[in-house]
């Protein structure tokens, strides 16, 4: 084969372009640092890249974002917990206190007075938020706990209890009948006013036994008479829950709880009464049986055998009071503000009506979870309901201590108002009248004290209730904290490890980079060299 100048000079460039174009690419590695410019360069790399790239970027989101996202969450609900559990264990204390025998009056009365003040605090970090959300309300994030002013809104709630929920409480009837047939209560009793109690005598004074159910809320509508629903099953036909039976609403008595005489001592066998300003439902002994003996069975999943449904009916709220929403099934008046719902129908609200939770009445439905991408395929619990750390029940405990404080109260002022009219009197008649008033005075007030006694006792077994299911709840809360802790370290740890695959998959190393392209430019200028003598000398020289 002849090889020709020409052949010679484009051979030549050929190779000086190749060495420039070496050139040129490691020039390019140092300077961006980087192995390939272009996916061209090496798709190998490139694919590996762009995967890495990607994984990188799920951690960063997970580990930088959702997991710091959910540990504030758990955080804030947790320090707002702990303030739930020193309120109740302030109460536990005054519990305590008022457990004493030997209680004077000066001492209950700081006892009511802490218990007035604890009770407004109970629920005060109920509305706690993180980033405009509230965390204890569920999936209704925009919506606060608690009514923040007075509120008139009607709701239908339904309450679902069990025979534990059944209670049986001593009242102490100071109630009685004069010579004219009048109704009347020795605690009533005023200067001015004790003529009216002549007829009173001490044997009139006794306690009674009554079985109550108590609602979550008081002051519930007075025209609205509840519906208690029992021994459910699961209908065949259509694979709901019905109500085997249903207390009529019309063999119910509607009364208020200071009416005399007290409907605590009026119950019929088979009566129940509704005290609406206390939400009391009062049982007759033979309503009490049958639904002391509801059970669940456990053979069955869909339906709880055991489950008492209350409907009842509450349209004014006060500030501070729990919204219903976000603890119970609830129908809520509409736009129009007419509630057509027909109270008790769970099955068939109204179109018109505002339904919350329905899926509550399942019997072990999931209550209102939300829950953090923390990880590959990995899902955390960061809220907390209502219902777990603000039990409705803790304020209606203390509502009872409250008024049962107050009816020893009331008693000892009657006492007192007694005594103090007996050192004014004059009249040897009418100082035996006064006597047999105070006679029967003093029983009371010895019967309401060891009432008053064995509430503290019995309401401390209550509230140590209360305290423990808080407990449960930011140590459920802890333990997810803890759980975040460990995904986040190894979040961490997986960070680190993909960042340098994609390091080392992507990132030149600079000092054999710097090397190469020394190496290259010596070669490019080698060929430059060698070019220039070769084609200095030709045929034509040699002619």
Not at 22 to 47: L, N
Not at 475 to 503: H, N
């Amino acid at each position: 084969m002849r090889i020709t100048n020409k052949i010679m000079q484009n051979n030549s460039l050929s190779n000086i372009n190749l060495a420039k174009i070496a050139e040129d690419a490691k020039s390019s590695q140092v300077s961006s640092g980087k192995k390939i410019v272009r996916p061209s360069d090496d798709p190998i790399v490139a694919i590996r890249s762009l995967r890495l790239r990607s994984s990188v970027v799920e951690i960063t989101q997970y580990y930088s974002r959702n997991a710091k996202d959910a540990d504030a969450w758990l955080k804030t609900t947790e320090d707002a917990m702990k303030q739930v559990t020193d309120v109740i264990t302030d109460m536990i204390t005054q519990y305590n206190k008022g457990a004493n025998e030997y209680l004077t009056s000066e001492e209950r009365n700081i006892v009511l007075e802490q218990l007035k003040a604890l009770k407004g605090e109970v629920y005060a970090t109920g509305d706690a938020d993180y980033a405009g959300r509230y965390i204890f309300t569920g999936y209704r994030t925009e919506s606060s706990l608690m009514f923040r002013g007075d509120t008139n809104k009607t709701y239908q709630i339904t309450e679902q209890f069990t025979a534990s929920d059944l209670r049986t409480n001593t009242f102490v009837n100071t109630g009685f009948q004069d010579a004219a047939g009048n109704d009347l209560d020795l605690t009533n009793l005023k200067e001015g006013n004790q003529s009216d109690y002549v007829d009173v005598d001490e044997d009139q004074i006794d306690k009674v036994d009554y079985h109550r159910l108590r609602l979550a809320y008081n002051k519930c509508d007075e025209g609205a008479m509840p519906v208690i629903q029992y021994d459910l099953k699961v209908d065949p036909a259509t694979g709901k829950v019905v109500a085997g039976k249903t207390i009529d609403p019309a063999d119910m008595t509607v009364k208020k709880s200071t009416e005399v005489p007290s409907p605590y001592t009026t119950v019929g066998d088979d009566e129940v009464i509704y005290l609406y300003d206390t939400g009391e439902l009062l049982l007759g002994n033979n309503v009490y049986k049958e639904l002391s003996n509801l059970v669940d069975d456990p053979l069955t999943s869909g339906v709880n055998e055991g489950e008492i449904r209350v409907s009842y009916q509450k349209t004014e709220f006060k500030e501070g009071d729990l919204k219903p929403e976000h603890y119970f099934y609830c129908v809520a008046a509409g736009e129009d503000g007419t509630l057509d719902t027909t109270l008790g129908d769970l099955d068939a609200p109204s179109d018109k009506d505002i339904v919350y939770n329905p899926k509550y009445l399942n019997h072990g439905q999931e209550r209102q979870v939300i829950e953090y991408d923390v990880g590959y395929n990995q899902r955390l619990q960061v809220n907390t309901i209502a219902e777990e750390a603000f039990n409705p029940d803790v304020n209606r405990e203390v509502d009872d201590m409250i008024q049962a404080l107050e009816r020893v109260q009331k008693v000892e002022d009657v006492v007192n108002t007694i005594k103090g009219l007996m050192e004014k009197e004059t009249n040897e008649g009418k100082k035996k009248e006064l006597q047999k008033q105070l006679d029967a005075a003093n029983k009371a007030y010895t019967y309401e004290r060891k009432v008053l006694q064995d509430k503290f006792s019995g309401g401390l077994g209550a509230m140590k209730g209360f305290l423990q299911e808080v407990n449960v709840a930011v140590t459920a809360c802890g333990a997810r904290g803890s759980r975040l802790d460990l995904v986040s370290s190894r979040l961490c740890s997986q960070k680190t490890t993909f960042e340098t695959l994609k390091s080392e998959n992507e990132d030149v190393d600079l000092s054999e980079a710097v090397v190469q392209l020394t190496s290259a430019e010596m070669t490019y200028e080698a060929a430059l060299k060698a070019t220039g003598k070769i084609m200095q000398v030709n045929l034509m020289d040699f002619i």
